[in-house]
């Protein structure tokens, strides 16, 4: 098995914590894998499942993670329980949450009606994130520092411009200054929004369903940012693209809970449009993150999740005339003939 911490050194792990894995080859499988150098492991012992993780060899990710793990664990927001960790062979053992992501079973349902029924109650458990983790946000030692700010955001579309339109594209902006000032005013209004607990990533092959309940995975990069950009980063989604009506609808169930369950006084008319402006934040992010890890990182399969990303970007910049320059770029990079696959 090619990996940074081969089969033994997770058996050796396992035992420290007093665990045996059961006997056969399939007792520790290596499961997928995303866009990170992570890799998880499913451990069948004889206390039972749970999984291993062996983090890269940056220990701060490491303690990203322990920490905010731990810290919405204390928040009673379901992430799984992290049971011990091994600081020198940076691993990880905790809960096993199951094969059942929101990705899997939006590919396996085919009745819409369960599909918005799946999204509520993931969009419940993101406002139970988020009001629940926000009050004692500087308790937890990553996060008393962190903030999704201007630079942040300015940092995501660089990266688009870079990654996507540039490298994958091969394209040249041809109005620079005028997109730079778009991107300007873009980040500028997304940064003044109120601020809460963000996960950052809040997309549906990050989303487990364990009996019957919400679970929350890949919590590490989390931050202090605006509501809606998790909000987009779900019903936004190119890995499980929406019809426009549908996110509509959700949009309108997730403001219902703000207001109804935890008394958020909002303008709806408002919040919407922000939730449009972080989308277009977001996807861009997405664009450049799946040019990057087709090209650079050696997982093509990512490219097959361009054409949603940028649809979902076309639809959105219909909303804001005021963006002519992206609006423009964007236009140019959907051509059939700009985006090339990467070698």
Partial sequence: MQTEHPVRHIKIFLKHAGLALQPGDSALVLLARGGSDRRFYRAITDRGSFV?????????ELRAFLD???????????VPAIITHDDDGQLVLMEDVGDDSLHGLLQRTADRGK???????????????QMQATPRMRTCHYLKNRTFGYEALRWETDYFVECFVRQYCGLEVEQESALDDELHRLAQAVAAEPRYFMHRDFQSKNIHFKDGHVRIIDFQTATCGLLQYDLASLLKDAYAPLEPAER????????????GRWGCELDQATFAAM??????????????????????KGKPEFAQYIPAGLATLREALALFPEYPALSDLVAKAGNGQACRSPA
Avoid: K, W
């Fill in 52 to 60: 291993v993780m062996t983090a890269p060899a940056f220990r701060y």
């Fill in 68 to 78: 905010v793990g731990r810290y919405l664990h204390d928040c009673q927001v379901g």
């Fill in 115 to 129: 599909v918005l029924e799946l999204y509520r109650q993931v969009l419940a458990a993101l406002a139970e994130l």
């Fill in 248 to 259: 509509q609808e959700l949009l309108g169930f997730y403001m219902q809970e703000l207001a």
């Fill in 275 to 296: 939730f449009h402006r972080a989308g277009l934040q977001r996807t861009m992010q997405a664009l450049g993150a799946f040019a990057f890890l087709s090209m650079r």
